[in-house]
């Protein structure tokens, strides 16, 4: 996964770009995914902390330069298959009994009502309902602190 995130900050020459420019990067210009795989690559490499979002734009935050980038590198698409941190926290919900509309309706309600992120309301929801889910929380937290500084 490492690898296939920093290829567009490496193909630049920068550690910040715009979702846009990343996207691009993955499916136009190296044509490993289509539009649709790469951001889903953002939200999974932005779960696994590989990635941050701060002020609109994507920050790696690992060293990309350090990455070592086989010759003829192209990423198997099982790398999408992982979760978000907003799919483990619905997929949470739901094994505890909440009809899985219901979990994302309330974490809507609680994003739009608060104005804070779908995860940090998913974290509320969660919690609200006596769901353990300090685990996603913690990555949650993580991401949030990331983007205050």
Do not use: H
């Amino acid at each position: 996964m490492e690898v296939a995130v920093a290829v567009p900050f490496r193909q630049r020459g920068t550690d910040r770009l715009g979702e846009g420019e990343f996207v691009v990067a993955l499916s136009l210009d190296r044509e490993w995914f289509s539009p649709d795989q790469a951001k889903r690559l953002v939200d999974v490499a932005i779960g696994r902390g590989l990635l941050a979002n701060e002020d609109g734009d994507l920050v790696a935050t690992f060293d990309t330069d350090s990455v070592d980038v086989p010759s003829g590198y192209t990423p198997d698409t099982e790398i999408l298959r992982e979760q978000s941190t907003f799919e483990q926290l619905l997929d949470a919900m739901v094994d505890a009994g909440m009809a899985k509309q219901e979990a994302v309706a309330a974490a809507n309600e609680t994003q739009r009502t608060l104005g804070i992120t779908l995860e940090a309301a998913a974290v509320l929801v969660a919690t609200r309902e006596g769901i353990d889910v300090s685990a996603a929380a913690n990555a949650v937290r993580a991401e949030l602190t990331d983007q205050a500084e």
